[in-house]
């Protein structure tokens, strides 16, 4: 008599099943949303870049073309001139360009290394010990982060006009100081408090004494910390108006922000060529000083972290 045989199932894989429904949309949803992540991106950049676009190119073009009713967004060969250039620097209209120039330098680049040593010694301070007196030190410099500078202006100028430092590099350079100060040594508190403690412990098993290791070790880490606070020291010391405006009211101690207001006169018209020439040069050691300092923000970010 015959016996019916049957067949065993064979087991079913996980490639043989089939897959949800959801797991198979979403690779397409995660290319669409990267689309519309990226048109945002562009968006933004155009938007961000334009305004730059648009000085740089007026400052390469003459009068008529700049106040033309029709813009012009694409200059051909026979429009471009650097007289708006000539006239930015060499112009007898307005204070002189040279002068507002070497005052800028000096206040920034002053203000620049003075408020990076102190900030970096109180951010040591507030981040690596514990001392009476420091939570109180911390929120007021939060505190004085929310007054405004121009509410106290009428204060600044007693003060300044008490030392006989108005129209000084040095008075200028004090208030700078002063201003920059809360914002960097809150950053710089940041980037010290984000060094584990363990990297100096162990290199001071290793042999090193705690100065040797906090150099050696911590401070490579913190050269990132460093510049960053650096571009924005720079960058508000750069383009501050409203102090400068106050104590450096003489033409030849202008700084360069407050330079660029001299190329609106009440009895004549602006000539925006020259003043967007005027912009272009003053933007120009910003992005120097960027550019020279930007390889640094990321190399540094594990340079001591490893011995060797």
């Known amino acids: 008599m ?17 897959l949800p429904a959801g797991a198979a949309r979403s690779p397409r949803k995660k290319r669409s949303a990267n689309v519309v992540f990226a048109v945002l991106g562009v968006i933004v950049f155009v938007c961000s870049a334009f305004p730059v676009y648009w000085m740089v190119s007026s400052s390469f073009l003459p009068t008529n073309k700049v106040r033309a009713a029709t813009p012009t967004f694409f200059p051909g060969p026979d429009d471009f001139t650097l007289r708006n250039y000539e006239t930015a620097i060499f112009g007898q209209n307005r204070a002189p360009f ?16 003075v ?13 690596r010990f514990r001392f009476r007196g420091r939570r109180a030190f911390i929120v007021s410099i939060l505190i004085v982060q929310m007054i405004p500078g121009e509410a106290m202006l009428l204060t600044y100028f007693r003060m300044i006009d008490s030392w006989q430092m108005l129209n000084t590099i040095i008075g200028l350079t004090i208030l700078y100081i002063a201003s920059v100060l ?4 809150w950053t710089l508190r940041g980037f010290v408090a984000a060094v584990p ?4 412990e162990a290199a001071m098993i290793d ?8 150099w050696r070790v911590t401070f490579p880490l913190l050269a990132p910390g460093l510049v960053s606070t650096g571009v924005f020291a720079f960058i508000q010391a750069w383009n501050e108006f409203v102090l400068a405006l106050v104590i450096m009211s003489r033409p ?20 925006w060529g020259a003043l967007m020439a005027g912009s272009t040069l003053v933007a120009i050691p910003v992005v120097i000083f960027f550019l020279i300092v930007q ?14």
């Open 2 to 18: 015959a016996t019916a045989t049957t067949t065993p199932s064979l087991p079913t894989t996980a490639a043989a099943r089939p």
């Open 98 to 113: 040279l002068p507002a120039l070497e005052t800028s330098l000096k206040v920034t680049f002053i203000s620049l290394l």
């Open 115 to 127: 408020a990076l040593v102190i900030a970096f010694l109180a951010s040591v301070a507030l981040g």
């Open 182 to 185: 809360p914002f960097t040594v």
């Open 197 to 200: 403690m363990e990297l100096e």
């Open 207 to 214: 042999g090193c004494s705690r100065t040797g290791a906090f």
């Open 252 to 271: 030849e101690s202008m700084t360069l922000p407050v330079w660029l207001r001299t190329f609106q006169q009440a009895t004549k018209a602006t000539d």
């Open 295 to 308: 390889g640094r923000m990321t190399g540094g970010l594990v340079a001591g972290a490893v011995k060797g």
